[in-house]
T-cell receptor, first 122, second 112 residues
């Protein structure tokens, strides 16, 4: 099935530095990818929709200048956390809408997630 | 966008007991999806339900979509330790870009 590769899996950075997270669709093209944030034992909160060749669409309350999203190709979307602070520590995860199996004419579609990035800002 | 309420938040069972998690919406849903996230892992797609009253089974897992397409449930028969994780329902937020809104999830722990 479809695979979304996300790197790095873990990163520890100092306050004030920037961190880039990459998500690649390995065997399919993704014109759209979604970036979520998850706090411990909490649900997934959509941060933004990454659109290939155009600006990302951010959810209400998400700072565009802090969470820079770039979708330069059909297989790569990046999220850069700029000037990171301890409160940015979280689990960041990307996803793409893909076929999830089923017979032709009865296909299931859903998210294929990357493996996530656990960011710790010290 | 669409909102969905998921209960319970936590469920602890003895191995072999059954488990059910429920999702409810105040509006009619076009479809609903279920995902499982193992501790320390990422969510994995389980199923999509589209039709009113639809019931789908995957081994010990039974998924139901209500007749009014406003609620859904996931039932696990005879839980095993491998069922441990958080189960999320997710619904389309609307629009053409397939945004999903996730329920708060139900964390299932199984005592062996």
């Amino acid at each position: 099935g479809a695979v979304v590769s996300q790197h790095p899996s873990r990163v520890i950075c100092k306050s004030g530095t920037s961190v880039k997270i990459e998500c690649r669709s390995l065997d399919f093209q993704a014109t759209t990818m979604f970036w979520y944030r998850q706090f411990p034992k909490k649900s997934l909160m959509l941060m933004a929709t990454s659109n290939e060749g155009s600006k990302a669409t951010y959810e209400q309350g998400v700072e565009k200048d802090k969470f820079l999203i770039n979708h330069a190709s059909l297989t790569l979307s990046t999220l850069t956390v700029t000037s990171a602070h301890p409160e940015d520590s979280s689990f960041y995860i990307c996803s793409a809408w893909t076929i999830q199996g089923g017979r032709i004419g009865r296909r299931n579609y859903g998210y294929t997630f990357g493996s996530g990035t656990r960011l710790t800002v010290v | 966008g669409q909102q969905v309420m998921q209960i319970p938040q936590y469920q602890h069972v003895q191995e072999g007991e059954d488990f059910t998690t429920y999702c409810n919406s105040s509006t009619t849903l076009s479809n609903i999806q279920w995902y499982k996230q193992r501790p320390g892992g990422h969510p994995v797609f389980l199923i999509q339900l589209v039709k009113s009253g639809e019931v789908k089974k995957q081994k010990r897992l039974t998924f139901q979509f209500g007749e009014a397409k406003k609620n859904s449930s996931l039932h696990i028969t005879a839980t095993q330790t491998t069922d441990v994780g958080t189960y999320f329902c997710a619904v389309n937020s609307g629009g053409s870009n397939y945004k999903l809104t996730f329920g708060k999830g139900t964390l299932l722990t199984v005592n062996p």
